[in-house]
């Protein structure tokens, strides 16, 4: 089975239907998925037409139902929408977004404690999506209501990856977590999916921090922290005419990360350079990118005290950066109880963070400890 794996996708701005040349933009890019037996994205904006947001957040994001017709055009049968925005929208937004997928024979995954399991040519496969507390999403899966995002909790999935490869399938796991636009991946999230694969090998598909990180083999495994975007335009808000987060040539260059399965094997994979460019999205056609994902792979390999403290300079650099763009007015304006609930929330999600990941890679020193 030949699977496609795309990263970020949000249809707002320029790369929605609004767009009148949506459609040229993707086309090197619609030619290049009609080849792959499953084209798998993560699919952040909720398709609705409610203009009223969910929730205390910096940023919300949707995509008008009719651009749906862009997943279409560019083959992308299966979405994860185990994010940080899919209910950016509230409820009323996520059962919109859930019936426009199905209403057009998308399937989806990562949801109301659900996965989705593909069998084609032979193979099985069964994807499974979650989201991290380290993103601090709203709208996690509630017992109660049997709703909301699927929450990454180590032990669960451990579990989960354990039970579909005793039946027979092989895993792709498609995972919502760690820092944004920093190139190296939480060191807490390179332990949990090495050691994930100790158990069975699998494929750990990565998103969220919106550009490139290393890639890994190990067990048998393929470990891709963060694939990039596949498209996702400047970010704005109310408070201001100027962009929340404005796209850098970090947040343009990006891949496809392309596997070939079979017999429960990874036989193949390569990474698919993708630019996000003015006129049309470029492909396969940029050495550059590949040399970075080779040099953030590597970096993996460094010691685990050096690799933090590595990180730790990207990650602060990157801190110090927005703060150079905040003036006082920028903090004036958001004082506030919307602010002071992103705080609290904050705190509660780090709480929920160590008790979901650390706990877990605690557990396994104690017992090599023994």
Not at 293 to 305: A, C, M, Q, R
Request: hydrophobic letters at 30%; charged letters at 25%.
């Amino acid at each position: 089975m030949k699977i496609a794996l795309l990263g970020d996708i949000a249809f707002f701005g320029k790369y929605s239907i609004e767009n009148k040349s949506i459609f040229e933009y993707f086309r090197d890019a619609s030619e290049l998925l009609k080849n792959y037996d499953c084209v798998i994205g993560n699919l952040e904006t909720p398709f609705c037409n409610t203009s009223k947001p969910f929730g205390y957040k910096s940023a919300h994001i949707k995509a008008e139902p009719e651009n749906i017709e862009i997943l279409k055009y560019l083959n992308v049968g299966i979405v994860n929408l185990s994010n940080n925005h899919i209910l950016d929208y509230g409820i009323k937004g996520y059962e919109k977004t859930k019936k426009v997928l199905s209403d057009n024979g998308i399937e989806f995954f990562g949801i109301d404690n659900k996965q989705y399991r593909v069998e084609k040519n032979g193979q099985k496969i069964a994807l499974s999506g979650f989201c991290c507390y380290s993103t601090n999403a709203l709208g996690y899966y509630n017992h109660k209501t049997k709703k909301g995002v699927n929450v990454l909790n180590a032990f669960d999935i451990e579990k989960l990856l354990l039970k579909n490869s005793e039946e027979g399938y092989f895993n792709i796991v498609s995972i919502h977590a760690g820092q944004e636009h920093v190139n190296y991946p939480n060191y807490d999230h390179v332990e949990m999916a090495r050691l994930f694969s100790d158990k069975v090998p699998y494929i750990y598909y990565g998103h969220h921090p919106h550009v490139l990180q290393g890639i890994e083999e190990e067990n048998e495994s393929l470990i891709a922290y963060s694939i990039g975007n596949f498209c996702f335009d400047d970010v704005y808000t109310d408070k201001s005419t100027k962009p929340l987060i404005e796209q850098t040539k970090e947040n343009k260059s990006s891949m496809i990360l392309s596997v070939e399965i079979e017999d429960n094997k990874i036989v193949k994979y390569n990474t698919i350079p993708i630019y996000l460019g003015d006129s049309k999205m470029e492909i396969q056609s940029n050495d550059e990118i590949q040399n970075k994902i080779s040099d953030f792979s590597n970096y993996l390999s460094l010691p685990k005290e050096k690799y933090i403290m590595q990180r730790n300079i990207e990650l602060n650099s990157f801190v110090e950066g927005r703060k150079n763009h905040r003036d006082f007015n920028w903090y004036i304006k958001r004082i506030n109880y919307r602010s002071i609930s992103l705080i609290i929330n904050s705190i509660l999600n780090k709480r929920k963070y160590k008790q979901a990941v650390k706990n877990y890679l605690e557990y396994y020193k104690s017992i090599e400890k023994h």
